[in-house]
C-alpha cells in the first residue's frame, strides 16, 4: 500500500460534463438505460474519432513498417478454440451469500491491518478509505496490489464482503466465460453458435498471410485494427472505463524470435510518448509489469500503462509479448502455413509478436479526465475547461457574432463556411459573449474568432485562445493561415502581416 497524490477531477464532473454538453449519453435512455453501454453525442463522437485519427497516423500513417486492416466482429468458431479464449477467457466470479453481490475476485480492493481484513469493490477506493478510517487507521488515498485467485483462497473465510461486510459468506470461484454467444443462420442450435470478438487480434492472425502475400512486408512489420469488441464483464462501472460494448485500437507487430524483448521495450516507450504528445501528464501514467501467475495465457511479458483516473490508477493500455502463440495456434487448427521466410538463413520461421493494445473509450476518459481544469477568472467566478490538446479537440474554432444583427450575420456565416473547409467549427449567436466563451471552453474549443461591428470596417476580427484567454485582431485575410500556425503550436501573441504589426486586444474581453 503507497501514498498516491490527489486526483484533480472526480467522476462525477466528468459525467455530468459529458451528458450535458453533449459527450456521452446511457444507452437507449428512454427506455431507462441499459446496463454499461454507452451511447457518444455530437461532441463525443468528434473527440472519439479524433482520438483513433491521432492512433493511427502514429502507428499506420507516420510508419512504413505497419499496414492496417478491417476484419468481421464474427469470426470462424474454430478461431476462440484455437486463441484459448473459449477455454481460457474467463474471470473468477464468488457471490457473498449473505446479499446475494457478485464479484470478480481479482478486482478485490483488500488490506490487512493488525490481522484484520478490509476489502472494498474495484474503483472504489474512497470507500476503504473511509472504512479503514472507522475503526481507527490511516486515510488518505492508498493504491493497492491485485488480488491473485490464491490470495482470495488463502484468505476467503476471514475476508469481509466489500459490499455488506459479512465476513467469509463467498461461494467458491468459478470460471465465467466473457464471450457473447449467438446463432448465425435461421436455426438457435449448437452447429450456428458464433461468438461476438472479445479483442480484434484474432482477425489479424488469421489474415497474416494474406497481408504478407499482398503487401510483401519483411520482418519486423505490422498490422493495426480499430474496431468494437465484446465482453460479457461481470462487473462493470465507472464510465466507460469498463463496459461490455467498447472499441479497442490494437497493433500485432511481428518480429523475429530473439528480438522481441528489445522490440517490447521499444513499443512501450512509443506508446507513452504518444500519450505526453498529447497533452496526458507525465505524473499521471505509470507502467506496471505483470507478475507471472496474472500473465494471460498468451503472454510471455505483459506491462500495463496505468492512468491515475479519478477512482485511482487503473490500465489504461497493455503492451504483451505474445511469442509465437497465436501463429502455432492458429497455424496447428486450421491446418495452414502461417511462417516467414527468412531470406538470410533460407529457413521458415514463426515470428514473435509484440501487442500495444488499448481501450478507445477507456482513452476517451483519461484525455477528459486529464484536461478538465477549473480556474478563477478575473472577476473571481469558476471557469470550467477542457485543456484540450488541439488535435483531439472536437471543434477546433468556434465562430462567434457580437449580435445577431443582418450585417454582422453575413460576414460570420462567411468566415464560417471558409473555416469549415478545413476544420470541425462551431457557430454560436445565442447569450452574452462571455457566456459563449465559457461554453465553447468547457467543450475544449482551442479558439473563438469574434465577429464584431468593428469588423466591418477594418475587416479585422479578435482570436481568443482557450488557455491563456489571450486576444489578438487577425485581419479576415490572415485568419486561417493565422488558426493554421496556432492550430500547430506556433506561439505568437502579434503577427506581422504585409510589414504591419496586429494590435494585441485587451486580454480577457472584446
Ligand atoms: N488483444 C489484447 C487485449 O485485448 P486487453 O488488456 O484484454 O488486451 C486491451 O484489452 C485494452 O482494451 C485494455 O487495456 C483496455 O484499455 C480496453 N478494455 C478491455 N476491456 C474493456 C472493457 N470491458 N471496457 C472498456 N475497455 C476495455
Known amino acids: 500500500m503507497t501514498e498516491e497524490p490527489p486526483t484533480r477531477v472526480n467522476m462525477e464532473k466528468i459525467v455530468s460534463l459529458c451528458r450535458r454538453r453533449g459527450f456521452i449519453f446511457p444507452s437507449s435512455e428512454i427506455y431507462g438505460g441499459l446496463s454499461s453501454c454507452w451511447d457518444y453525442g455530437p461532441l463525443g463522437v468528434e473527440l472519439k474519432r479524433n482520438i483513433k485519427e491521432a492512433w493511427w497516423r502514429a502507428v499506420v500513417q507516420e510508419r512504413g513498417d505497419v499496414v492496417g486492416l478491417d476484419t468481421s466482429i464474427l469470426m470462424h468458431p474454430q478461431t476462440w478454440v484455437a486463441s484459448g479464449h473459449l477455454e481460457g477467457f474467463s474471470d473468477p466470479l464468488v457471490e457473498c451469500q449473505n446479499c446475494n453481490q457478485r464479484f470478480r475476485t481479482d478486482q478485490l480492493l483488500r488490506v490487512k491491518k493488525d490481522g484484520r481484513y478490509f476489502t472494498a469493490p474495484e474503483g472504489r477506493e474512497d470507500k476503504l478509505i473511509e472504512r479503514l478510517g472507522n475503526a481507527g487507521f490511516i486515510a488518505g488515498t492508498v493504491t493497492f496490489e491485485p488480488t491473485t485467485s490464491q490470495d482470495f483462497l488463502d484468505d476467503k473465510d476471514r475476508l469481509p464482503c466489500p459490499f455488506c461486510e459479512a465476513v467469509g459468506q463467498f461461494t467458491e470461484p468459478r470460471q465465467f466465460n466473457l464471450m457473447f454467444k449467438t446463432f448465425m443462420g435461421p436455426v438457435e442450435d449448437e452447429a450456428g453458435v458464433v461468438y461476438l470478438r472479445p479483442e480484434t487480434a484474432q482477425g489479424m492472425f488469421v489474415n497474416f498471410q494474406n497481408v504478407l502475400n499482398t503487401t510483401r512486408k519483411r520482418l519486423p512489420f505490422g498490422i493495426a485494427q480499430i474496431g468494437k469488441a465484446f465482453r460479457n464483464e461481470i462487473t462493470t462501472g465507472n464510465f466507460i472505463f469498463r463496459s461490455r460494448e467498447f472499441e479497442i485500437m490494437e497493433v500485432e507487430f511481428f518480429v523475429k524470435p530473439g528480438t522481441d524483448e528489445a522490440w517490447f521495450d521499444y513499443w512501450l516507450e512509443e506508446r507513452l ?80 509478436v509484440i501487442e500495444p493494445a488499448v481501450g478507445v473509450d477507456r482513452s476517451v476518459l483519461a484525455f477528459l479526465c486529464d484536461a478538465y481544469d477549473e480556474e478563477k477568472d478575473e472577476q473571481g467566478e469558476v471557469r470550467a475547461l477542457l485543456r484540450l490538446h488541439p488535435t483531439l479537440a472536437p471543434y477546433k474554432v468556434a465562430v462567434l457574432p457580437l449580435s445577431r444583427r443582418e450585417n454582422l450575420a453575413i460576414l460570420a456565416r462567411e468566415i464560417d463556411a471558409d473555416l469549415r473547409k478545413l476544420w470541425m467549427v462551431s457557430y454560436d449567436d445565442a447569450q452574452s459573449i462571455g ?61 506581422p502581416a504585409g510589414g504591419k504589426v496586429w494590435k494585441e486586444a485587451e486580454k480577457g474581453g472584446v
Open 273 to 352: 510518448s504518444w500519450y505526453l504528445k498529447l497533452g496526458i501528464k507525465k505524473e499521471h501514467l505509470r507502467p506496471r509489469e505483470h507478475a507471472k501467475e496474472e500473465l494471460s495465457h498468451y503472454s510471455r511479458r505483459t506491462v500495463d500503462i496505468n492512468y491515475l483516473f479519478p477512482m485511482g490508477w487503473a490500465e489504461l493500455e497493455g503492451i504483451a509479448n505474445r511469442g509465437d502463440f497465436d501463429l502455432t495456434q492458429h497455424a496447428s487448427f486450421s491446418g495452414k502455413e502461417l511462417t516467414y521466410f527468412d531470406d538470410g538463413t533460407k529457413e521458415h520461421i514463426t515470428p514473435y
Open 435 to 495: 457566456r459563449r466563451y465559457r461554453r465553447q471552453d468547457e467543450i475544449g474549443t482551442p479558439f473563438c474568432v469574434t465577429v464584431d461591428f468593428q469588423s466591418l470596417e477594418d475587416n479585422q476580427v479578435t482570436v481568443r485562445e482557450r488557455d491563456s484567454m489571450n486576444q489578438i485582431r487577425v485581419p479576415i485575410a490572415e485568419l486561417k493561415k493565422t488558426l493554421q500556425a496556432k492550430l500547430a503550436g506556433e506561439d505568437f501573441l502579434v503577427l
